[in-house]
């Protein structure tokens, strides 16, 4: 093998955020802007159907259409947590779009390094993310309860209407469609969100920036948009995208951050959900709102449980980040590398086959 060849051979050897450059045509300078352009406008029409048709139907509702409340809605609700995680999913179909028009190169290369879903490591990671996941709702709530006992003392009168408010809870029939809606759609959600505004974004960066930590800004970046700026809500949004960037970068893929992105979003919207009007509710919704898509992320975070929420938030950033340090030594201990050395593409795997017209 001549120098040239190894040198080539190198070049192949790339991490996730660098996929993009595996071939000339589909590391041109405009090709980023096309794939996440394309991903954003498919997104915006999808969106669009999915809230007029939502609008025509209730509308045929007898006694008349219940709010929608998309960004402002109650957790408990099924019309609002159904309707906000439907335009979440709408982010799947809008980055397979992104990809393959945008981009014009096969699926796989936006999953891993290896162009496919590695089931493998999906099996591998299970139970870490299950216990990781459940461990970041469990200190936000806890977090929220202790924070919302504080407003009790200083506030009884309120804190004891809301909870008056909340005692009720939703119907039988209620809670079989609000477990049904979150357990179908949030995986779906979360496959969309993690492709289009992690791995979408990581890569169209990768393709001018080398450096992981540059190409990881936009990702943090993208999260501002269409949400509640304010710390209960900005700290675990910009921390899911942080943890849910690295990890892909880490692990060669979005299996991974697929993963824990289901359990975080399944556990915060059912917590949230039969806790509504407690501490322990507000402090997960400020999970929920940082998990959510952009523009659906308004939840119950009234002045009322601002303390909770917050302390919410700042326990369950901690958590957070704390998890995924630790599924990053797992994943180093699992291929002997150390706890920072992206996982590569193998350099003599084949290079994907270009798109056919």
């Given at each position: 093998m001549t120098a040239h060849d190894e040198a080539a051979a190198l070049e192949q050897a790339v991490a996730y955020h660098r996929m993009a450059r595996l071939r000339p045509e589909w590391s041109r300078p405009a090709k980023p802007l096309l794939a996440v352009g394309a991903a954003l406008l498919?997104?915006?029409?999808?969106?669009?159907?999915?809230?007029?048709?939502?609008?025509?139907?209730?509308?045929?509702?007898?006694?008349?259409?219940?709010?929608?409340?998309?960004?402002?809605?109650?957790?408990?609700?099924?019309?609002?947590?159904?309707?906000?995680?439907?335009?979440?999913?709408?982010?799947?179909?809008?980055?397979?779009?992104?990809?393959?028009?945008?981009g014009w190169r096969p699926f796989g290369t936006a999953w891993s390094v290896t162009s496919t879903f590695r089931r493998d490591l999906l099996r591998w990671c299970a139970p870490w993310v299950?216990?990781?996941?459940?461990?970041?709702?469990?200190?936000?709530?806890?977090?929220?309860?202790?924070?919302?006992?504080v407003d009790t003392g200083a506030d009884g009168g309120a804190a004891d209407g809301a909870a008056?408010?909340?005692?009720?809870?939703?119907?039988?029939?209620?809670?079989?469609?609000?477990?049904?809606?979150?357990?179908?759609?949030?995986?779906?959600?979360?496959?969309?969100?993690?492709?289009?505004?992690?791995?979408?974004?990581?890569?169209?960066?990768?393709?001018w920036l080398r450096a992981p930590v540059a190409a990881l800004l936009p990702v943090l970046a993208v999260v501002l948009i269409g949400?509640?700026?304010?710390?209960?809500?900005?700290?675990?949004?910009?921390?899911?995208?942080?943890?849910?960037?690295?990890?892909?970068?880490?692990?060669?893929?979005?299996?991974?951050?697929?993963?824990?992105?289901?359990?975080?979003?399944?556990?915060?919207?059912?917590?949230?959900?039969?806790?509504?009007?407690?501490?322990?509710?507000?402090?997960?919704?400020?999970?929920?709102?940082g998990l959510s898509a952009p523009g659906t992320s308004g939840t119950a975070l009234d002045a009322a449980g601002s303390s909770a929420a917050l302390a919410g938030a700042v326990a369950g950033t901690?958590?957070?980040?704390?998890?995924?340090?630790?599924l990053m030594v797992l994943l180093g201990r699992r291929e002997g590398t150390g706890p920072l050395c992206p996982t590569l593409r193998d350099a003599t795997s084949a290079v994907p086959s270009p798109l056919g017209v």
């Open positions: 498919t997104y915006v029409l999808l969106i669009s159907v999915v809230l007029v048709g939502t609008v025509l139907i209730l509308a045929l509702v007898p006694g008349g259409a219940p709010a929608l409340g998309a960004t402002s809605g109650d957790p408990a609700s099924p019309l609002d947590v159904g309707l906000a995680l439907l335009m979440g999913a709408a982010w799947l179909p809008a980055g397979i779009v992104g990809v393959r028009v945008g299950l216990g990781g996941g459940l461990l970041v709702v469990a200190a936000a709530a806890v977090a929220g309860a202790l924070a919302g006992s008056l408010a909340a005692s009720a809870g939703p119907t039988p029939l209620a809670v079989v469609a609000l477990v049904l809606l979150v357990l179908v759609l949030a995986p779906v959600q979360a496959a969309g969100l993690e492709l289009v505004l992690r791995g979408l974004v990581l890569q169209a960066a990768g393709t949400r509640d700026l304010t710390p209960a809500v900005l700290l675990p949004a910009l921390t899911a995208a942080l943890c849910s960037g690295v990890l892909a970068w880490r692990s060669g893929g979005l299996e991974l951050p697929i993963a824990l992105s289901t359990v975080l979003t399944i556990a915060a919207l059912l917590t949230a959900a039969f806790g509504a009007g407690t501490g322990a509710g507000a402090g997960i919704a400020s999970l929920v709102a901690i958590a957070l980040l704390l998890v995924t340090v630790g």
